[in-house]
């Protein structure tokens, strides 16, 4: 059933009435701020920027927003690429001599992130900007795509730093991230892919998946209550409905059966959990997503039910928040997540590499370009072997190994630990990236200064 907007008012985001009248729901009914969608894409590249744009000129209209970068490529269907937005479902007569790349996501070196910074600091400056112990807030949707990221954060704090803030305030979306300050677990999305693995990854995709509304409510409001005592503060959400099917067909996901009245419930309970978090704010998904059936602004169906649903749970909500879970489940999940982590980063780091091995490309060529001739290896399990043997017969020169076993692993190189004195090299190469930012911190407090992560030499070379 099509979804049409109360008295048929269709708007558009570009005009001043528009951004007033949303600011104007907001206000009556207890929404705080906006999270626009950030797209910035390879070598700069921008799109749907203007309504941001315009909101920073508009300076009368009150508004409180931040951004949540949607770091994605857009694609077909049939693109190779293993992560992407599919923006098109049906093969063209071209298929056979394109790549299916509508707009790439690419992360560039040190001059595109300040670049990228430059653009943002407009917006941070801005009083209605939202802010954390005065740290512009920004959510990163693929934290883990990005396989320069620690690099990314380290120079966007010190710019930050240069230009009167504390730094950035990061939130990765759905994974950990060890260069994030919190993380997000974004529904639906988050409770699908715990709750519903075989449906969300869509094996079969012959026919849509269908969740009644209801039954996932109430898995991820069980979900989302074992997040408490977590290494990394965790942001909860919630979501009004969803239906991707007019956009991705018999490859989507349909929620039926949503309504106000469940809405209501989720997000007093939802509340009620980030008020025992001490979380400053509950993100709910989505505003104006009516693509994909995921929208507050009010319609002919329900009216304005749904926004009055958010301002009667906020009243409604008690600040008893009674503490009866188990803690030996928080430290079971956080077990979890650290393994899911883990092999995450495995997966991701594999799958570029297996691009490279298929151009014909060996890491290698990242240190000759760089002029790097001697290097030591950080982590000597999987992953680091197979970079020892992609090293093999090139000219770079492994001066030692680093790992906890020490002198246990026997290679043709010395292996210390970091308890041993380390020398000196043209550059530390870690391959344990799920980690990397600690280990990074350890290394350089031992005095090493030349410090890159396996993922960053892999993602640097796809990019170029």
């Not at 396989?147 to 710019?159: H, I, R, T």
Request: hydrophobic share 35%; proline share 3%.
């Amino acid at each position: 059933m099509p979804k049409i907007p109360k008295d048929g008012y269709y708007y558009n985001l570009l005009e001043r009435e528009t951004m007033q009248w949303q600011a104007d729901l907001m206000h009556k009914y207890g929404v705080y701020g906006m999270c626009f969608y950030h797209y910035y894409f390879k070598d700069g590249r921008k799109i749907l920027e203007k309504p941001a744009e315009n909101l920073l000129q508009w300076k009368d209209i009150d508004m409180p927003f931040c951004f949540s970068w949607a770091n994605e490529t857009w694609a077909r269907s049939w693109s190779k690429m293993s992560s992407k937005n599919v923006w098109s479902l049906e093969n063209d007569s071209n298929q056979e001599s394109s790549d299916g790349i509508l707009l790439e996501q690419g992360y560039g070196d040190e001059e595109d992130w300040a670049s990228h910074f430059e653009y943002l600091l407009k917006f941070f400056k801005d009083d209605r900007y939202i802010k954390v112990g005065n740290k512009p807030l920004f959510l990163i949707y693929k934290s883990d795509e990005i396989f320069c990221l620690p690099e990314m954060v380290e120079l966007w704090n010190k710019l930050a730093r240069k230009n009167g803030f504390n730094g950035i305030y990061f939130i990765s979306t759905n994974v950990e991230s060890e260069s994030c300050d919190a993380r997000l677990n974004m529904e639906p999305q988050y409770s699908f892919r715990r709750s519903y693995p075989d449906r969300y990854r869509k094996l079969d995709d012959k026919v849509a998946a269908v969740i009644d509304y209801s039954e996932i409510v109430e898995k991820s409001i069980k979900i989302q209550r074992q997040v408490r005592n977590l290494k990394k503060k965790t942001y909860l959400s919630a979501f009004p409905g969803y239906d991707d099917t007019p956009r991705r067909h018999k490859a989507g996901i349909a929620v039926i059966n949503s309504n106000p009245d469940v809405f209501k419930d989720y997000i007093r309970e939802i509340i009620k959990q980030s008020v025992d978090l001490e979380n400053e704010f509950v993100f709910i998904n989505a505003w104006n997503e009516w693509g994909e059936t995921m929208y507050l602004e009010p319609d002919e169906e329900w009216g304005y039910r749904f926004l009055e649903a958010i301002y009667e749970a906020q009243n409604e909500s008690s600040e008893d928040n009674k503490k009866t879970h188990s803690m030996e489940s928080d430290i079971e999940l956080e077990k979890v997540e650290k393994t899911i982590t883990q092999y995450r980063s495995y997966w991701k780091i594999f799958d570029k590499w297996m691009m490279l091995k298929e151009r014909g490309v060996s890491t290698a060529e990242y240190f000759e370009r760089k002029g790097v001739k001697r290097i030591a290896v950080y982590g000597l399990g999987m992953l680091g072997t197979h970079f020892l043997m992609d090293l093999e017969g090139s000219s770079i020169t492994i001066e030692y190994g680093i790992d906890g076993k020490g002198e246990a692993i026997k290679k043709s190189f010395p292996v210390y630990t970091l308890q041993n004195d380390l020398p000196e090299v043209d550059m530390v190469v870690v391959s344990v990236t799920y980690d990397y930012v600690n280990i990074k911190q350890s290394l350089e407090e031992k005095g090493i200064k030349k410090i890159i992560s396996l993922d960053t030499v892999i993602g640097s070379l796809i990019e170029n």
